[in-house]
């Protein structure tokens, strides 16, 4: 609000004084006129009749006789040949010379010198200056301008005030509806792990007579939908810690190592090739646990949705006080820009039929970006040819 109605003001007021030269150099164009010399009394015509084809259109024809000015006609040689100051008593002729000069010394034809708006026209006669008073003026943009400051100060403070009162009542459901949602995820996942702990203990014990192909889907599915279960609570505890969460300083270098490691296997029975750049030496202030978790959802997505034959890279460095850690593979199917606009958010997949083939939930990535947020860092995902894609983590070190 504090910016649109400093552009606004700003706005106003450039107008404002743009129009303050537009009328003062039409005031200017009447006066320069070499057919119509305004320079002493006698040659100031009497009668208006005797300059209307001089006056522009919107131009009132007693402008040239209200307006405030004085002229000076200089020789080539820098003396006055001729003045006029009987059109204003508030310059006098040491003042005039002062003004002159520093006429004379401008490169510009029209500018301002004080108050004084001047035009300089150059015939064979020498040059002709024209000053002309837009103190009035001036005074009245300068009043405006404090006058729409203060107006726009004072709208910013009245919309603040309101705001805070109003905010309480315009969030408050919002953010009510958001801490059940967050609760009920909570609730959920754990009322969920009861029965899915029978059930699993209940398979083991009639697997005791003899392992069946429907016991085994049986388990792969309350595999997944443990796994699944487990996500969602961690996903909700990670937007809930911004003030728990325990940190301490660890080697973040070792720990990515590690990671990397654990992975090398089923890369490898994949035929996928490893490209791990990692500084030595890096460390964090955070919490390991969490960090090992946000590298494990990168790497595991980059196993499984990377092509057999296909390339991994692996890369952590430091940039100043922040760390770069990026996760990069070739990619199966083609990912589209407005796939990238959505890649963190929950249960998002870029296979619109929802192949369980890889296993996945769509919930890793949005379970990596709320590791980030809560250590104060960012992620953000990006593709070159469609065909590769590559995940950069940015943490405070």
């Known amino acids: 609000m504090f910016f649109l109605m400093a552009v606004l003001v700003l706005i106003m007021n450039i107008v404002n004084y743009r129009e303050v030269i537009s009328d003062a150099d039409s005031v200017l164009d009447v006066l320069s006129q070499p057919n119509l010399p305004f320079l002493s009394e006698r040659d100031f015509p009497d009668k208006p009749e005797e300059i209307s084809g001089f006056i522009p259109p919107g131009m009132s024809i007693e402008v040239p006789y209200e307006s405030r000015f004085f002229a000076v006609r200089i020789s080539d040689d820098g003396k006055i040949m001729q003045s006029d100051l009987s059109r204003i008593v508030s310059v006098d002729s040491e003042s005039a010379k002062e003004y002159i000069k520093t006429a004379l010394e401008s490169s510009q034809k029209r500018g301002f010198i004080c108050s004084f708006r001047y035009s300089k026209t150059v015939d064979q006669d020498g040059t002709r200056i024209i000053f002309l008073d837009c103190g009035r003026k001036l005074d009245s943009f300068i009043s405006f301008l404090w006058t729409t400051f203060i107006v726009g ?81 961690m996903l909700s505890k990670m937007e809930e810690a911004e003030h728990t969460l325990q940190k301490i300083e660890f080697p973040l270098s070792d720990l990515v190592i590690e990671a990397v490691g654990s992975f090398r296997a089923p890369a490898a029975s994949r035929g996928l090739d490893f490209n791990v750049n990692i500084a030595p030496g890096l460390t964090m202030n955070g919490s390991p646990d969490t960090i090992r978790q946000l590298i494990s959802v990168l790497l595991d997505n980059a196993v499984k949705y ?84 590559c995940v950069t983590v940015n943490l405070p070190m």
Do not use: W
Request: hydrophobic share 40%; net charge negative.
């Open 153 to 233: 100060l004072a709208g910013c403070f009245v919309v603040f005030i309101v705001f805070i009162f109003a905010a309480g009542k315009i969030v408050s459901p919002i953010a009510e509806s958001y801490e059940k949602q967050k609760r009920f995820i909570s609730d959920a996942g754990h009322e969920i792990k009861t029965p899915l702990t029978i059930i699993n203990a209940n398979i083991d014990l009639l697997e005791s007579d003899g392992e069946k192909e429907e016991l085994t889907d049986i388990r792969t599915q309350a595999k997944r939908l443990t796994e699944l279960t487990n996500n969602l609570v």
């Open 306 to 389: 990377s092509p057999d034959g296909g390339k991994i890279m692996v890369d952590l460095s430091a940039y100043r006080k922040t760390l770069l850690l990026s996760v990069g593979n070739t990619a199966t199917e083609r990912i589209s820009n407005e796939d990238l606009n959505h890649i963190f958010d929950r249960f998002f997949r870029t296979d619109r039929s929802r192949n369980s083939e890889t296993g996945g939930h769509g919930i890793g990535l949005s379970i990596a970006k709320a590791i980030a947020e809560v250590h104060g860092g960012s992620i953000s995902a990006a593709t070159k040819t469609g065909y590769d894609f």
